[in-house]
């Protein structure tokens, strides 16, 4: 038995569509709940995936992605081709580590991508204190500190200034945001460390923060963050393009000089579009919080300089999505 799950949106619903009418055509059955599931096929963007692998916690089912971003597997152009060869068999599973965090006697959901600690209200600094394996490592004021996982490196904690991890390297990194001390880099540490983050002092208070999305106030001065003992398993279809060909876009060379000359609005939009990857034009009207009009004038003088190319998006064909 197979599970589907999308993500609320006309697209990502379309896709499920789509894939339900193939697994018919095979014969296989399939439902939309976790329980009883030998695999899942998650159709959205990553934000969807993460949270189906939040909502299944210890539940080790392997997850399909759908939808074209760094975790899914397989898009609109070749769902029903990798659909049906993992109907056949033909696809290994992948584990990729997640981290869980203790505090005041509670736990975090498990965190595929990374677990921040900041302060409660934003532009506010927090003091910390960072233990590995109950050894002290430093004293800290910063904006907050990321601890990631391999498969969360390439997010957050990268746009933070932390190392991009490739392979299956079983190391967690601890990155501090903006810390007032220069020589506190970002550190490299084994995966079955103990993260003691302890000493938290903050005006607001502080909370942590799974995955970017889940926030838990922390009413106690210190949190332990450890490797979770179980996995996340992801379905790799043979033959499938490597994680870092995926991630080839996170990592693109800016030619500045060529934007050099161009309208503020411009240079703006493609900083966006530099730094998040692959956006339509209201997400990129979203990031920048530049006018729908202005966007697209933007977007029109970057296309007629050659710095972007566009595309059908793989989630709904009606949009165009754009990149560097």
């Known amino acids: 038995m197979y599970c589907v799950v999308a993500a609320k949106d006309k697209g990502a619903s379309e896709i499920a569509d789509r894939v339900r009418a193939v697994l018919r055509g ?8 976790y329980d009883g599931s030998s695999m899942v096929f998650a159709c959205g963007d990553d934000a969807f995936i993460l949270s189906v692998f939040r909502e299944l916690g210890l539940m080790q089912v392997p997850v399909l992605g759908i939808g074209g971003g760094v975790l899914s597997e397989a898009n609109l152009g070749n769902y029903e081709d990798v659909v049906k060869r993992v109907v056949r068999g033909e696809f290994a599973v992948d584990e990729k580590a997640r981290m869980v965090a203790s505090f005041d006697g509670r736990m975090s959901p498990f965190a595929l991508n ?5 302060p409660r209200r934003s532009a506010e600094l927090m003091r910390y204190t960072l233990g590995i394996d109950n050894e002290y490592f430093f004293r800290d004021t910063a904006d907050g500190v990321i601890v990631s996982t391999p498969t969360g490196s390439t997010g957050y904690a990268m746009s933070a200034g932390g190392p991009m991890v490739i392979g299956d390297a079983d190391v967690f990194t601890v990155t501090p ?61 043979k033959n499938s393009q ?79 999505v754009y990149s560097v």
Do not use: W
């Open 26 to 33: 095979v014969g296989v059955e399939y439902s939309g709940e």
């Open 114 to 118: 990374e677990i921040g600690i900041f």
């Open 177 to 237: 945001v903006s810390s007032m001390r220069r020589s506190y880099a970002p550190i490299v540490v084994s995966s079955g460390a103990r993260i003691r983050i302890s000493g938290l002092e903050a005006k607001s208070s502080v909370c942590a923060v799974v995955d970017g999305v889940v926030r838990i106030a922390v009413d106690c001065d210190c949190v332990e963050i450890v490797r979770c003992s179980c996995p996340a398993l992801f379905v790799k279809p």
């Open 242 to 320: 490597s994680i870092v060909e995926r991630l080839r876009k996170r990592s693109v060379e800016v030619n500045h000089a060529k934007v050099r000359s161009l309208s503020p609005s411009a240079k703006l939009v493609y900083k966006v579009l530099s730094f998040e990857g692959e956006m339509t034009q209201k997400e990129i009207v979203a990031r920048s919080y530049l006018p729908q009009r202005t966007v697209r004038y933007a977007l029109e003088v970057l296309s007629s300089a050659g710095v972007i190319q566009r595309r059908a998006s793989l989630l709904d064909v009606r949009q165009t």
